[in-house]
Protein backbone atom coordinates (compact mmCIF):
# COMPACT_ATOMS: atom_id res chain seq x y z
CA UNK A 1 0.00 0.00 0.00
CA UNK A 2 1.31 3.30 -0.80
CA UNK A 3 -0.41 6.51 0.28
CA UNK A 4 0.48 9.87 -1.79
CA UNK A 5 0.19 13.05 -0.66
CA UNK A 6 0.72 16.09 -3.19
CA UNK A 7 1.89 19.80 -2.56
CA UNK A 8 3.00 23.05 -3.98
CA UNK A 9 0.55 23.99 -6.46
CA UNK A 10 -0.83 27.91 -6.49
CA UNK A 11 -1.71 30.53 -8.76
CA UNK A 12 1.21 32.05 -10.69
CA UNK A 13 1.43 34.02 -13.13
CA UNK A 14 2.40 32.77 -17.47
CA UNK A 15 6.09 32.59 -17.66
CA UNK A 16 6.90 31.83 -13.73
CA UNK A 17 7.95 28.37 -12.51
CA UNK A 18 6.26 26.10 -9.49
CA UNK A 19 7.61 22.96 -8.26
CA UNK A 20 5.15 20.19 -7.11
CA UNK A 21 6.48 17.75 -4.63
CA UNK A 22 4.78 14.07 -3.74
CA UNK A 23 5.66 12.75 -0.68
CA UNK A 24 5.21 8.45 -0.35
CA UNK A 25 4.25 6.38 2.49
CA UNK A 26 5.81 3.27 2.74
CA UNK A 27 8.66 1.27 2.91
CA UNK A 28 8.47 0.28 -0.90
CA UNK A 29 8.23 3.66 -2.62
CA UNK A 30 11.63 3.01 -4.38
CA UNK A 31 10.42 -0.37 -5.92
CA UNK A 32 7.34 1.78 -7.74
CA UNK A 33 7.44 3.78 -11.09
CA UNK A 34 6.20 7.58 -10.67
CA UNK A 35 4.14 9.51 -12.68
CA UNK A 36 2.71 13.45 -12.79
CA UNK A 37 -0.94 13.60 -14.66
CA UNK A 38 -3.07 16.76 -14.78
CA UNK A 39 -6.93 16.71 -15.41
CA UNK A 40 -8.08 20.47 -16.81
CA UNK A 41 -11.97 21.66 -16.31
CA UNK A 42 -14.00 19.51 -18.76
CA UNK A 43 -11.07 17.56 -19.76
CA UNK A 44 -9.78 14.15 -19.35
CA UNK A 45 -6.62 13.72 -16.99
CA UNK A 46 -3.71 13.81 -19.26
CA UNK A 47 -0.09 12.05 -18.77
CA UNK A 48 2.07 14.54 -18.18
CA UNK A 49 5.59 13.13 -17.01
CA UNK A 50 6.91 9.96 -15.03
CA UNK A 51 10.07 8.44 -14.09
CA UNK A 52 11.64 5.20 -13.20
CA UNK A 53 11.85 3.41 -9.97
CA UNK A 54 15.62 4.51 -10.03
CA UNK A 55 15.41 8.01 -11.35
CA UNK A 56 17.61 7.10 -14.34
CA UNK A 57 14.66 6.86 -17.04
CA UNK A 58 12.24 10.06 -17.48
CA UNK A 59 9.51 10.48 -19.88
CA UNK A 60 7.55 13.44 -21.04
CA UNK A 61 4.21 14.92 -22.91
CA UNK A 62 5.14 16.45 -26.00
CA UNK A 63 3.09 19.72 -24.71
CA UNK A 64 5.42 19.87 -21.15
CA UNK A 65 9.18 18.67 -23.16
CA UNK A 66 11.47 21.44 -22.15
CA UNK A 67 9.73 23.20 -19.94
CA UNK A 68 9.22 20.46 -16.75
CA UNK A 69 11.36 18.12 -15.23
CA UNK A 70 10.39 15.06 -13.29
CA UNK A 71 12.79 13.98 -10.02
CA UNK A 72 12.63 11.65 -7.22
CA UNK A 73 14.74 11.29 -4.27
CA UNK A 74 13.74 7.82 -3.17
CA UNK A 75 15.82 8.46 0.44
CA UNK A 76 12.53 10.71 1.55
CA UNK A 77 10.27 8.68 -0.54
CA UNK A 78 9.49 12.02 -2.95
CA UNK A 79 9.18 12.70 -6.57
CA UNK A 80 9.04 16.15 -7.84
CA UNK A 81 7.82 18.30 -10.68
CA UNK A 82 10.24 21.25 -11.95
CA UNK A 83 7.68 23.74 -13.95
CA UNK A 84 9.25 26.07 -16.37
CA UNK A 85 7.62 28.67 -18.01
CA UNK A 86 4.32 27.69 -17.53
CA UNK A 87 1.39 28.55 -19.46
CA UNK A 88 -2.32 29.78 -19.21
CA UNK A 89 -2.57 25.90 -20.41
CA UNK A 90 -1.22 24.47 -18.11
CA UNK A 91 -4.11 24.89 -15.54
CA UNK A 92 -5.11 22.14 -14.33
CA UNK A 93 -5.41 20.03 -10.88
CA UNK A 94 -2.13 17.98 -11.03
CA UNK A 95 -1.73 14.36 -9.80
CA UNK A 96 1.04 12.02 -8.42
CA UNK A 97 0.90 8.31 -9.34
CA UNK A 98 2.37 5.12 -8.58
CA UNK A 99 2.75 2.34 -10.75
CA UNK A 100 4.46 -1.01 -10.16
CA UNK A 101 4.18 -2.33 -13.40
CA UNK A 102 6.97 -1.83 -16.21
CA UNK A 103 4.46 -1.37 -18.96
CA UNK A 104 1.64 1.92 -18.91
CA UNK A 105 4.43 4.57 -18.45
CA UNK A 106 2.02 6.92 -20.03
CA UNK A 107 -1.42 5.02 -19.64
CA UNK A 108 -3.01 6.32 -16.15
CA UNK A 109 -4.95 2.98 -16.34
CA UNK A 110 -1.68 1.20 -15.21
CA UNK A 111 -1.34 2.63 -12.20
CA UNK A 112 -1.72 1.71 -8.63
CA UNK A 113 -2.28 4.73 -6.41
CA UNK A 114 -3.09 8.58 -6.68
CA UNK A 115 -2.93 11.44 -4.89
CA UNK A 116 -5.59 13.46 -4.08
CA UNK A 117 -4.35 16.22 -6.48
CA UNK A 118 -2.90 19.85 -6.16
CA UNK A 119 -4.07 23.20 -7.85
CA UNK A 120 -2.09 24.89 -10.71
CA UNK A 121 -3.81 27.94 -11.59
CA UNK A 122 -1.87 30.05 -14.38
CA UNK A 123 -2.97 33.44 -14.80
CA UNK A 124 -1.73 34.84 -18.42
Known amino acids: QVQLVESGGRLVQAGDSLRLSCAAS????????MGWFRQAPGKEREFVAA????????YYADSVKGRFTISRDNSKNTVFLQMNSLKSEDTAVYYC?????????????????WGQGTQVTVSS
Open 26 to 33: GRTFSSYH
Open 97 to 113: AARASLRGTMDLNAYDY
Open 51 to 58: INWSGVTT
